[in-house]
């Protein structure tokens, strides 16, 4: 078995493994090196000639909005325990954005609602991830925190608790939509988040 | 080894499995069921602890513009070799989207170009897709085929290959396209595709 391509922590990465050492098609060690046709290193299967590509992945979530207030959960589960977000989640197999959104808003707060269009996509590249908020209606009040909330309740915006915030995906998205109500009209909005700690410049 | 939870096309997925037998991180069968804090089946190792989630994968690309042309290859590869497509190809680790649909420019057409916004995301759940294109203006006509390319050409509206198409997300797309340059004005859209072949409905 070749030496993997890079360090992987394992406590951000476990129990979800993105470093792969076996082939899932046939059990044997992968090698990872650039394939014929190919221009990056990638895990493949000498013995049945499997190349496992990896991708970034979607989390897909809402902007639940009730008259002046905007619904945040408090997240049960880590990463970021004990912190609040939008309800959001890792989109699954078989399904739209805009389902795997209102799916989330109602599994993350139990909440109903009336999808509205797309709001955010944002690209966090250091994470391996794209983001992407649709605008959301309250069909009522009768949301309750789910298996993966401590607590779910309706915010203005004065009572954001921005330094509570899960995510800076959360914070920009909170951040572009009260910005675009105040303008009295909601764009799509596509930012990329650069990594929280910056390369040390050589030399330094 | 458990049964798999279906059955896959080996000629949609080979070289690149989705239907995982092993674990990645360890190399023991992994069985299929749903983990306790969870709501839909995983592949599972009982011998690391792993779970293996997969998810949708994003496909990125522009519409990359030359005055009234637009800029078509036609595929070198499977799946729909000898196809008119829009440069497009997965999203890579460590990219954002509009990086990614800039250098699948640059590989399958060699085309240098200034990128402009988000145009369409496009859902395919049939294909566990998310496919993402550009505005983008080429900055010169310098362009040649990749490896993956047969051939690169400026079409007008009126003389696009419509039934040479490659894929459903790029006839989307550039439809969309002539329909906004008309209007004067380019939106944001979110279409979803539904799969080509429907449901047959139960007694017919």
Same mark, same amino acid.
């Given at each position: 078995?070749?030496?993997? %391509?890079?360090?992987?922590?394992?406590?951000? &990465? *476990?129990?979800?493994?993105?470093?792969?050492? *076996?082939?899932?098609?046939?059990?044997?060690?992968?090698?990872?090196?650039?394939?014929? #046709? #190919?221009?990056?290193?990638?895990?493949?299967?000498?013995?049945? @000639?499997?190349?496992? &590509?990896?991708? %970034?992945?979607?989390?897909?979530?809402?902007?639940?909005?009730? @008259?002046?207030?905007?619904?945040?959960?408090?997240?049960?589960?880590?990463?970021?325990?004990? &912190?609040?977000?939008?309800? =959001?989640?890792?989109? !699954?197999?078989?399904?739209?954005?805009?389902?795997? =959104?209102?799916? +989330?808003?109602?599994?993350?707060?139990?909440?109903?609602?009336?999808?509205?269009?797309?709001?955010?996509?944002?690209?966090?590249?250091?994470? !391996?991830?794209?983001?992407?908020? &649709?605008?959301?209606?309250?069909? #009522?009040?009768?949301?309750?925190?789910?298996? +993966?909330?401590?607590?779910?309740?309706?915010?203005? !915006?004065?009572?954001?608790?921005?330094?509570?915030?899960? /995510?800076?995906?959360?914070?920009?998205?909170? +951040?572009?939509?009260? +910005? #675009?109500?105040?303008?009295?009209? /909601?764009?799509?909005?596509?930012?990329?988040? =650069?990594?929280?700690?910056?390369?040390?410049?050589?030399?330094?």
């Amino acid at each position: 078995m070749t030496a993997p %391509p890079r360090a992987l922590d394992p406590l951000t &990465y *476990f129990p979800a493994p993105r470093l792969q050492h *076996f082939c899932s098609q046939c059990g044997t060690p992968v090698t990872y090196r650039v394939p014929a #046709d #190919d221009n990056r290193e990638r895990a493949l299967c000498d013995h049945c @000639g499997a190349v496992h &590509y990896q991708n %970034p992945r979607l989390v897909v979530g809402t902007v639940p909005v009730w @008259g002046e207030h905007v619904l945040l959960c408090r997240r049960a589960i880590e990463p970021r325990h004990g &912190y609040w977000t939008l309800p =959001a989640g890792f989109m !699954e197999l078989g399904e739209t954005t805009l389902q795997g =959104a209102e799916r +989330e808003t109602q599994e993350e707060a139990g909440a109903r609602v009336e999808m509205g269009n797309l709001f955010t996509m944002i690209d966090v590249p250091s994470a !391996e991830q794209v983001h992407v908020f &649709y605008l959301a209606r309250l069909l #009522d009040t009768d949301f309750a925190p789910g298996p +993966e909330s401590l607590e779910t309740q309706l915010f203005l !915006e004065a009572d954001i608790p921005w330094e509570e915030l899960a /995510f800076r995906t959360v914070s920009t998205t909170l +951040e572009l939509f009260f +910005e #675009d109500r105040r303008k009295g009209s /909601f764009g799509v909005h596509t930012p990329t988040l =650069a990594p929280l700690r910056a390369a040390v410049p050589a030399g330094s």
